[in-house]
Nanobody
Framework: QVQLVESGGGLVQAGGSLRLSCAAS????????IAWFRQAPGKQREFVAQ???????NYADSVKGRFTIAGDNAKNTVHLQMNTLKPEDTAVYYC??????????????WGQGTQVTVSS
């Protein structure tokens, strides 16, 4: 079983910055990608950013130029640097990982979520 633990959420004023981290642990053979999603109250969960095993990155249009995803492959950890935050970035942010476990089976795991609140 693969576990994901997020950290770094909190309350920040508009224009400020936060850095989220996601650490994957367990019997992992390889990780194909780690991604961040978010869910605001009353809205569906939406994609934010993704880092693939080949170090390719993808971003939602709403965060391009403001958010940066980067990873530490040796530690199976991914960070999401969020700058110039806006009130509409307020949401619970979830980490998601997809890969292959040590048993040779694919896994698709979600973290418990971390709250990000941006005040105007």
């Amino acid at each position: 079983q693969v576990q994901l633990v997020e950290s770094g959420g909190g309350l920040v004023q508009a224009g400020g910055s936060l850095r989220l981290s996601c650490a994957a642990s367990g019997r992992i053979l390889s990780i194909a990608y780690i991604a961040w999603f978010r869910q605001a109250p009353g809205k569906q969960r939406e994609f934010v950013a993704q880092l693939t095993s080949g170090d390719n990155t993808n971003y939602a249009d709403s965060v391009k130029g403001r958010f940066t995803i980067a990873g530490d492959n040796a530690k199976n950890t991914v960070h999401l640097q969020m700058n110039t935050l806006k009130p509409e970035d307020t949401a619970v942010y979830y980490c998601h990982a997809y890969g292959t476990g040590a048993n040779g089976r694919y896994f698709s795991s979600w973290g418990q979520g971390t709250q990000v609140t941006v005040s105007s």
